[in-house]
């Protein structure tokens, strides 16, 4: 006969197995790879300086109680590598530009809470080394970890916190350098970005169009001196210099409208005139009386014969009437 029944040998087995299962999820390590902080697949920054440098001062200011340096990529390292991708010097003017780290740390707080700092500057240097320009972006965060990955100060942990700061230090620097640096960004040939739209006023036609002027940064602003240009010599322009275009002068001719005289009916010639049709002294031989003609006859119509038109007739004439009028 067993000693214990099937039901309690089951339920033994299960609290001497349980223990020894949880204490080796316990004792798993947590991950230890973690990525790399990039920032190369964001928009570059093309500052108008000839050289960029960085500068850390966390060194000659340390925090105390910081323990950035114990995430898998520490705060400094970070910034470094973002300054690498999101900046870039694109002239040759001899200005420099510096960005400074002034504070990279992450701190371990009473109540198992992280919190971290990031402090930095950007300054424009002209070439003779004094400051041209100045911006500043500054980030804080504060993290409970999650004891899930471990401790509160664990690798993960820190590595999390880490990542979020520099997510926020990205947008507040870019807004920083487009808007208070805005004269000292340019593209990558060099070009201003915000430059400000060029005017130009128009004269007349034939007056000499004045030259437009570039805008500058303050501490690339350079006075030229004016010249004459000599009209016998040839003239050489740089490639980008502008081009000015003179209208040319056009004479029209003064026109003067030519005068008519139109002559008024009483300096008509008299051979222009026309003449009244004759006064026929016949009379018509479909209307003798006139009717039917619409034209007013200006003088009476003689209807009698002239006087000898009608003659008698003579014996022979009177005869052979009568033979005929017998005849018939």
């Known amino acids: 006969m067993p000693l214990f029944s099937r039901p309690l040998r089951l339920s033994l087995t299960a609290a001497i197995v349980l223990p020894a299962l949880l204490a080796g999820c316990a004792g798993e390590q947590q991950p230890t ?29 340390p925090v105390e109680g ?14 470094r590598q973002m300054a690498e991708d999101r900046l870039a010097a694109a002239s040759n003017n001899g200005s420099t530009a510096q960005f400074v780290i002034d504070r990279a740390s992450i701190l371990h707080n009473s109540g198992g809470t992280l919190n971290g700092q990031i402090d930095v500057h950007l300054n424009i240097l002209n070439p ?59 593209d990558a040939g060099g070009t201003p970005v915000g430059s400000a739209i060029q005017t130009q006023q128009l004269g007349k036609p034939g007056d ?23 009209p016998t010599s040839p003239t050489t322009l740089p490639a980008n210099a502008p081009v000015t275009v003179e209208t040319p002068k056009v004479d029209v001719p003064t026109i003067t409208t030519p005068t008519v005289t139109v002559p008024t009916a009483t300096d008509t010639p008299a051979a222009t005139q026309p003449k009244a049709a004759p006064v026929s002294s016949e009379p018509d031989a479909i209307f003798p009386a006139g009717e039917g003609d619409d034209t ?27 033979s005929v009028s017998s005849g018939n």
């Open 296 to 322: 007013a006859s200006t003088k009476q119509k003689v209807l009698s014969p002239k006087a000898g038109f009608l003659k008698a007739p003579t014996k022979k004439s009177a005869a052979a009437t009568k």
């Open 208 to 230: 000499a169009v004045p030259a437009t002027s570039a805008v500058l940064p303050a501490a690339a602003a350079v006075t030229a001196p004016v010249t004459t240009p000599d």
């Open 66 to 79: 910081d323990i950035g340096y114990r995430a898998p990529t520490p705060p400094v390292q970070a910034l």
């Open 128 to 186: 003779g080394g004094t400051q041209a320009a100045h911006a500043e972006a500054h980030v804080t965060s504060t993290v409970h970890p999650d004891l899930s990955k471990g401790d509160a100060d664990s690798p993960a942990n820190l590595y999390e916190v880490t990542q979020t700061m520099m997510q926020r230090i990205n947008v507040e620097l870019e807004y920083q350098v487009r808007h208070t640096l805005s004269a000292w960004v340019v």
């Open 33 to 61: 790879h973690f990525a790399p902080l990039r920032y190369d697949y964001l928009s570059q920054m093309n500052l108008n300086v000839s050289t960029l440098s960085v500068v850390d001062n966390t060194v000659t200011h």
